[in-house]
Structure formats: structure tokens, C-alpha cells
């Protein structure tokens, strides 16, 4: 609908604004108020006509399984054609199916969409969650040939093989899929059948008032008047030890389907929509999300970030590696966001734990509490960012956690491969000792080679075997005076007092750690 481009309240309210002296103005306003509103109403009748009371139709693709990044994506794409003020709405569905949690999601998204009509389009398969999706849509239109349904819930065993999931898990299917099918006035047994093998479900007819519906021997069984309905023989798709699954024309003969197309090029004559019908494509930020999520790009983007972090420690100041580490993570937990996995949850652990390793190697000496907990808390976050579900509950959330955690530790174990390199070999590799911080050179006015450092971090004119004398009690962290610089050190464990001697036994970055003499 399109609202009208002006209105008499607007125009009065012109008028008013001349005043009582400026009745020329008035009138003149007045006139140009009119012409402003049959023009309006002139352009609104012209395009009206121009489109034949035809609707605005939004074709959104959905290929691929049911997950939570494909979920995510999905749902973005949904709420950018219903902000785009679309009359109706069309998933074209090619899916095995996939997460029941997802799904369950996704049907409630559809089912939840007002003032809209919600199509499915199959032109193969919708199988699994993906039938359930469809089901959950306002007009489903098939192929001839396509083929919906097979909805049973099934879990990989240990050893490799499926199985029929517990009796819990599949009692709340079944109330949720009959519950979206008497939303969308489609027979619920036939829609319950797709996700219960060993129901069998007839066409039955009342005797007495020739009433027809589809029952299944559940239904029968919990019926008073069971015996007032006169059954045929089950239903061939509908069968003991089977899971419904039915082709485009056999569901319209079933009313499980609305109506067969042949195509695409039917959708806008047999919806009332104009054409083109806008098609939302995937964009290049979907295209990267898709990317940054992989497993490969995962490791890559994870072990990046830490060797970039653990440079940056070693060597502080906002440098070469504090920006890569932080684009890393930025571009990790941005791809798990828009992927639905990730919250500000993940994120606020993750940076504590990276405060409290910081506060481990710049504050607390040797390797303790705060050290443990910080990469417990980041390392954990990194888990959590890539999992929807708190605790696994099945083989299937078993087996993708652990994938991730995979993906996490050995991530982890290469930046500790990386950093023994660079501790070794940093001021050798080209390029490398760019990432540290050095001290200045002042060149004398002659320009000799003789040069003098002047500025630049103190620990880095500091060495092993130096010597130094205690400015404060190091307890065990204080500062220490070496020749015309003050180094924050740490002692091996014992205290000293101000005015000690201590010497350099270790040096790892900008952690100094000294013994006393």
C-alpha cells in the first residue's frame, strides 16, 4: 500500500502559519496545497494501475543445511524482506535438513511473521527440518517431482551408526510439528507422520455426519467415538516403519501441498506478484562470514592473532602485532556474531582472561592463578564463540564440540611452536625484530658512525649478567637502578631490600627477572 503524499491537516496548517495579515500568502498556499494533493492521489491511481493490484514479492534462497550460521544468516535476509515492506515472501528450499534446535527457531520466525504471506518453493527436496520449515509457511508450492518430508529426529552413535533418538526428544517434535500444522490448516497426522515411523495414519469418515480427516491409530485410540469412524486402508506414504515423505502432486491430492508449478517462471502468476520478483542474493558479507566460519580460516585467524598477541607482550605498545592481534579476534568474534553463535558474553571473558595474562607476565612473577585462569577464560571463550547449545546433549553437539576445541588447542599449540621460534630467533629473521620497540640513534653533526642511544624502552639497554642496586623493596616486583636507568624487575622469588645489589639472570621481553648478589 502506499500512503498519500500530502494531506488537508498539513495544508490547514500552512495556511495558519501566514496569519491573520497575510491572507494573499494564505490563499496562495491553499492553492498549491490542492494541486499538491491531486497529484498525489493522480500518481498513487497511476501506479496502482500500472500494477494491476499486483503484490511485492521477495524470493529468498535457501540451499544448504540447517545450521546455526546458515539459521543466522537466513533469519538477516527474513528481516531485511519484511523491513523492505514485501507482501509476500518466498523460500525457495533445497535442503537436507540439519540442527532440530535451528529449525524449531526458524519455523517459529516464520510462524511468528505478521501481515505477510510466507511461501516454500521446492523444486527438489526439502527433507528433514527443512519439510518442517516449509510446513511452517502460509502456501507451500511444489514441482511435480519435488519431494518433502522424512522428518524423523536421528542421532549418530558411537559406533558410526543412526539412531532413533530418545522418546523425550521425540515426543516434543511431534507436539511441535502438529502444533505448526494445525497453524497452517494441514492435516495433522499426515505432518506428524513425518517425524514418527511407527505411527500409522488412514483416511477415515465419519458415519453419521460423513466428516473426512486423516487419523492415525494414535488417534483412534484416544477417541471415545473411535468406533463412528469408518477407516480405509493406511495411507501408502504413511505406513508402518516409514517416515511420510510425498512428491508435489501426490501432496496436493494429500492437502499436504497447495499447488504444483513448474517452475519459477510460475511463481509470479500463481502468486499475484509483479514481476521481476525481487530475488535477495547472497552478498559479499554473507559470502565472507560463510568464509571467516570455516575450520581452516578458524585455525588460521586464531593462530595468527595469539603469535601477533604474544609479540605484543614481549614487546608493548600499540605495534605491528597489537593491530594484526586485535584484527584477528576482531574479524573471529565479528563472523560469530553475524553467524548467531556469539554474544558479548564470549567477548568480555575473552578480554578479562587476556588482562589477567598480562597481569601475569607485567605484575605477578612465575606462572600462577592469574596466569591458569587467563588462558582458561580466553581459550574457553574461543570455544564457546563457535557453539549455540550450553552442554552437549547428543553425539552430534558432542562430536561438533569437539571438533572446535580441536580447532582451538591446536590453534593454541602452534602459537606455542611460534613463540619458542621467535623468543629464539627474533632479532635474527628479517622483517621480525621490526615488530619490537628499539631505542633511537643520535647522530652526531659530523654524521660518524659513533651513535648514542638516548631514548627508547630502558629493558632494552639492559643485559644479562648486568648489575644494579634496589631503588624500592622488590616484593618481588619493584625497580631497580642500572647505571642512568630505572628497570621494573622481578626477582626469582626472594625479597630484597632497597639498596641490595641484584644482577640480570633472565630476560624475556620487558620482564626482567634478577637474583640478588
Not at 493406511?234 to 502432486?249: H, L, Q, S, W, Y
Request: proline letters at 3%; glycine letters at 10%; aromatic letters at 8%.
Amino acid at each position: 500500500m502506499i500512503a498519500k503524499t500530502g494531506s488537508s491537516d498539513s495544508c490547514a496548517r500552512r495556511f495558519q502559519f501566514f496569519g491573520i495579515g497575510g491572507w494573499n500568502f494564505g490563499w496562495l498556499a491553499l492553492v498549491v496545497c490542492a494541486f499538491h494533493l491531486l497529484l498525489g492521489n493522480a500518481l498513487h491511481a497511476e501506479e496502482s494501475d500500472a500494477s494491476g493490484g499486483k503484490r511485492r514479492g521477495v524470493l529468498i534462497e535457501f540451499k544448504e543445511d540447517i545450521n546455526p550460521l546458515s539459521g543466522a544468516l537466513l533469519k538477516r535476509k527474513f528481516e531485511s524482506a519484511l523491513d523492505s515492506g514485501a507482501d509476500v515472501i518466498i523460500f525457495d528450499i533445497q535442503s537436507p535438513g540439519g540442527y532440530t534446535a535451528v529449525t524449531f527457531e526458524l519455523m517459529d520466525m516464520v510462524l511468528e511473521a505478521k501481515d505477510v504471506e510466507t511461501v516454500a518453493y521446492i523444486e527438489k527436496d526439502a527433507i528433514s527440518g527443512a519439510a518442517l520449515l516449509a510446513l511452517s509457511t502460509d502456501t507451500i508450492l511444489m514441482r511435480p517431482d519435488a519431494r518433502m518430508g522424512d522428518a524423523g529426529e536421528i542421532v549418530m552413535g558411537e559406533d558410526g551408526a543412526f539412531r532413533y533418538t530418545p522418546a523425550k526428544s521425540r515426543s516434543v517434535l511431534a507436539q511441535k510439528v502438529r502444533d505448526t500444522a494445525e497453524a497452517t490448516g494441514r492435516p495433522l497426522a499426515l505432518a506428524e507422520k513425518m517425524t514418527d515411523k511407527d505411527m500409522v495414519v488412514y483416511s477415515a469418515v465419519n458415519k453419521e455426519s460423513g466428516e473426512q480427516r486423516y487419523l492415525s491409530d494414535k488417534d483412534l485410540a484416544s477417541m471415545e467415538d473411535a468406533d463412528q469412524w469408518e477407516r480405509s486402508p493406511p495411507i501408502r506414504e504413511a505406513g508402518k516403519e516409514m517416515f511420510f515423505t510425498v512428491n508435489g502432486r501426490r501432496g496436493v491430492e494429500l492437502g499436504m501441498v497447495d499447488q504444483v508449478v513448474d517452475g519459477r517462471e510460475d511463481l509470479a502468476e500463481v502468486l499475484n506478484l509483479r514481476e521481476p520478483i525481487v530475488e535477495m542474493q547472497r552478498s559479499w558479507v554473507d559470502t565472507l562470514v560463510f568464509l571467516l566460519n570455516t575450520q581452516f580460516v578458524t585455525f588460521l585467524l586464531l593462530l595468527i592473532g595469539l603469535v601477533a598477541l604474544g609479540v605484543e607482550l614481549s614487546a608493548p605498545g600499540i605495534g605491528v602485532g597489537g593491530l594484526t592481534s586485535v584484527l584477528c579476534f576482531g574479524l573471529f568474534f565479528w563472523a560469530r556474531f553475524l553467524g548467531g553463535t556469539s554474544g558479548w558474553l564470549e567477548v568480555v571473558l575473552f578480554l578479562v582472561g587476556i588482562l589477567f595474562i598480562a597481569a601475569e607476565v607485567f605484575v605477578i612473577p612465575g606462572f600462577g592463578v592469574a596466569g591458569i585462569s587467563g588462558l582458561a577464560l580466553s581459550l574457553g571463550a574461543l570455544v564457546m564463540a563457535s557453539r549455540r547449545f550450553a552442554l552437549p546433549e547428543n553425539e552430534i553437539q558432542w562430536s561438533s564440540l569437539a571438533a572446535d576445541m580441536l580447532t582451538v588447542m591446536g590453534a593454541f599449540l602452534g602459537f606455542l611452536v611460534c613463540l619458542i621460534v621467535i623468543a629464539k630467533y627474533m632479532g635474527d629473521i628479517p622483517g621480525l625484530s621490526r615488530l619490537t620497540l628499539r631505542p633511537q640513534v643520535l647522530v652526531s653533526a659530523s654524521g660518524d658512525a659513533s651513535a648514542t642511544l638516548v631514548s627508547g624502552p630502558a629493558w632494552e639497554r639492559v643485559q644479562v649478567g648486568d648489575t644494579g642496586a634496589a631503588m624500592s623493596p622488590l616484593r618481588p616486583s619493584g625497580k631497580v637502578q642500572f647505571g642512568d636507568d630505572a628497570v621494573d624487575v622481578v626477582t626469582d622469588g626472594d625479597f630484597v631490600d632497597p639498596g641490595s645489589s641484584v644482577r640480570i639472570i633472565a630476560k624475556q621481553g620487558a620482564r626482567i627477572t634478577v637474583r640478588k648478589v
